[in-house]
């Protein structure tokens, strides 16, 4: 037994750790005992949204979702269960988290230490190799990475399956960025139905998500705090009757590698979801004069034959999903506008990876 599980019990490191510092035999024990993996996890933009649990605890979300994993763009989580430790630590981006941040990874930890059945604290790091604040939501690819590298860290093999799941306890979007490519979440009523899975690989068509980031600053209102306020809106219901029509006509689409029918589906999805954020109560109005001005370009290029087409996540920044042999000329009108500050390019991308392990 490596380290320490709850014994019918729960685990836990070696006792002789305690005697590491005076005994070099025992220093070299509890480093070969030291059980840390790190995983990279790509964030994911959704065609088809999730917004609003029907369990918020449990993250089952009010509908399925439909994503697509953004290559390129990653984080990099390391986990280590330590014996040693009386709390959960957290470093982001190289600085130390306490507060809101810590909590939440503490907690997602708890769920994990009850299913990995260990007792152990945890020293996580973690890392985004994209601006913070631009317009890509870190919290899918963060807690995907830091699922998997728990679960490797700990010793354990779960099915991708599960670990959808698990990723989904720490953010909803996570269980998206588990697996490769094309991927739907499935609304359920239950923790082990409402999983996530690959609807197709990251090559079957060359979708890039070119994002045109117009506003750096911080969201108005979180994720989480949203999903809970999405039933005041006298419009969620009937954005949530029609989503499994949507969700099957934007499968249908990326099928068929029929871009006039997938833009429509897609920008009508984000228009939903932003008129039931505007009809909140209180109200949370994402979009900006820029993100506007954006949407109507996105239009406009449509209509003059490049196959892009716009979604907008909870933030300002505008999602241009475009196909490959057009993305540099979406890119370069974008760029062209007063309203962007820089544009991101993201093509499919894969799964969460595990790029260490000791
Ligand atoms: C607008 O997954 O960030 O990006 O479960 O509270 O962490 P939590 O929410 P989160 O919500 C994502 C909302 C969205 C739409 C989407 O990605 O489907």
Redesign the pocket.
């Known amino acids: 037994m490596p380290f320490t599980r709850k014994t019918t019990a729960a685990r836990q490191l070696p006792i002789a750790r305690k005697f590491s510092i005076i005994s070099p035999f025992l220093l070299t024990t509890e480093l070969n005992s030291v059980h840390q993996a790190t995983a990279r996890a790509h964030p ?3 065609f ?4 609003g ?1 029907r369990d ?1 605890h449990l ?1 089952l979300p009010a509908s399925s ?1 439909i ?1 697509m994993n953004l290559d390129g763009l990653f984080t990099e989580t390391t986990v280590q269960w330590s014996a040693r430790q009386t709390s959960d630590t957290f470093v982001l981006n190289g600085a130390a988290q306490f507060g809101a941040p810590l909590t939440r990874v503490s907690a997602h930890m708890d769920h994990l230490r009850q299913r990995l059945n260990i007792i152990d604290k945890a020293h996580v790091e973690s890392a985004n190799n994209f601006p913070t604040g631009a317009g890509v ?1 870190s ?2 690819a963060a ?1 995907a990475a830091l699922t998997v590298a728990a679960v490797v860290a700990a010793g354990d093999q779960l099915d991708e399956r599960e670990l959808t799941t698990l990723a ?1 306890l ?5 269980a ?1 960025s588990v697996p490769a490519g094309y991927v739907e979440w499935h609304t359920a009523k239950t923790h082990e139905e409402s999983y996530a899975e690959t609807i197709f690989a990251p090559d079957y068509w060359d979708l890039v998500d070119v994002v045109a980031i117009v506003n750096t600053t911080h969201k108005a209102r ?6 809970s306020a999405a039933d005041t809106s006298d419009l969620q219901p009937a954005r949530i009757a029609g989503a499994a029509g949507r969700l099957a006509a934007c499968k249908t689409a990326i099928r068929d590698r029929d871009f006039d029918a997938f833009a429509q589906v897609v920008e009508h999805d984000s228009n939903l ?1 932003h008129a039931v954020m505007m009809t909140s109560r209180p109200p949370v109005f994402y979009w900006q004069p820029a993100s506007l001005a954006l949407m109507q370009r996105v239009r406009d290029l449509r209509a003059d034959g490049v196959r892009v087409c716009y979604t ?3 933030g300002p920044n505008v999602h241009c999903i475009c196909v490959r042999d057009d993305a540099a000329e979406v890119k370069a009108a974008l760029d062209g506008m007063s309203e962007v500050i820089e544009t991101l390019t993201a093509p499919a991308g894969g799964g969460v990876q595990i790029i260490a392990r000791r």
């Open positions: 994911n933009i959704a088809i949204k999730y917004w649990n918020s993250r979702s994503s939501a919290s899918a807690f989904r720490g953010s909803g979007s996570a998206r979180g994720s989480t705090e949203g999903h979801m907008l996540d909870a």
